[in-house]
C-alpha cells in the first residue's frame, strides 16, 4: 500500500475511492470497505482518504475524542485489508472552510475518480452540503458514480466508533472487539518502571501508551501481548496501583512464561476479555496471590480462545499450558 500525505502530486489513474476517519476500522467501516475493494476488482484501483487528527478535534476540541485506533495503526489495518492508495489529509480549518465543489475539485485534480463509495449518512464540504444527493448530481456531471452503502447493524443496532468508545470506556472490551471484528489493541515502547512487580515475583513491562490514544477503563484484563521476541500471552492491569498509592495511570503487562528484556521496544497488547475491578488488598503478600489467581484465570481464559482469536496471525502465542 502506498501512504500519500496530502494529495498525490502526481495524479492517480481510475480509482475507486472512500473518504472518512475511520476511527477503529469497525465492522461498519470494513462494510465500507469491503465495497469499495469490491469496486476495485472491477478494474480500478482502490484508495482511500483518511483524516488526522480527527475533525472533531479541530471543530470541537473540548469534545475530542480519543482514538481507538492511531493513524499508524489505522494504516496498518487498510494495508491489511487490501486498500492500495491511502490518503491522509491534516484535518484543519481551513479544509473544513472549503466547499463541496471546490473540495471535489481539488479531489479530481489528484486523481482520476471513477466511482465513489460512501456510507448512507456521508457528506463533506462547508455545512456538510455536500451529501449523497449532492454527490450522485456532481458525479453524473463529472463522470463518476457514487455507491451508498447502508446503515450496518449487528444485533439490530447501528455501529458506531462512538459505542466502541463507550463501551472500551467502561472496559466492556468483548462487546467492543464484536464491533471492532478484532481484539482492541494498545500498542507502544516499554518504558522503564519501578519494578514493584519484580520485588513481589510477578515481572510486569509498562507501556508508553501514545497521548491520544483510547486506555479502557481501569482494571485486569485477559489478552496476549506481540513482542519482537514472538507472541504471549499476558494478564494486563491498567490503573494507578492503590496498594502502592501511586498516582500515574499505568498500563502493565505479566507476559505468561516469558523471560527476557523488553526494554524501548514496540509492544502490542491485545485485550480478550475483563477479569475484575482494579483493587486494594490487606497486604502485598495478599495482592500477590491474587495476581497468582489473575494469571491463572488468563490461562483459563486464553485456552477457551487459542483456536479462534489468532486465525489471521502467522506468529503463533508462546505456551499457553495450565500451570502446576
Known sequence: MQVHFGLPSSRLGPAALSIGSFDGVHIGHRAVLERLLGAGGSGLTPALITFDPHPRCVLDPANCPPQITTLTERLDLFRSLGVEHAIVLEFTRQLA??????????????????????????????????????????????GYRVEVV????????????SEVRRLLTLGEVEAANRLLGREFSLGGLVEPGDRIGRRIGWPTINLAVPPT??????????GWATTREGVWGAAISIGYRPQFERT????????????????????????????????RFASVAALSEQIGRDVAATRAVLSSVLSSSWPERNQRPGPIAPSG
Open 97 to 142: 472552510a472549503l466547499s463541496a465543489e471546490d473540495f471535489m475539485e481539488r479531489l479530481l485534480a489528484a486523481l482520476e475518480l471513477r466511482c465513489l463509495v460512501v456510507g448512507y449518512d456521508f457528506a463533506l464540504g462547508r455545512g456538510r452540503s455536500g451529501d449523497v444527493a449532492w454527490l450522485r448530481a456532481h458525479g453524473e456531471r463529472r
Open 213 to 222: 490514544k483510547l486506555v479502557p477503563a481501569r482494571g485486569i484484563y485477559a
Open 150 to 161: 447502508p446503515a450496518f447493524r449487528l444485533d439490530g443496532e447501528e455501529v458506531h466508533s
Open 248 to 279: 500515574e495511570l499505568r498500563v502493565e503487562a505479566f507476559l505468561i512464561d516469558f523471560e527476557g528484556d523488553l526494554y524501548q521496544t514496540p509492544v502490542e497488547l491485545r485485550f480478550v476479555k475483563r477479569l475484575r475491578d482494579e483493587a
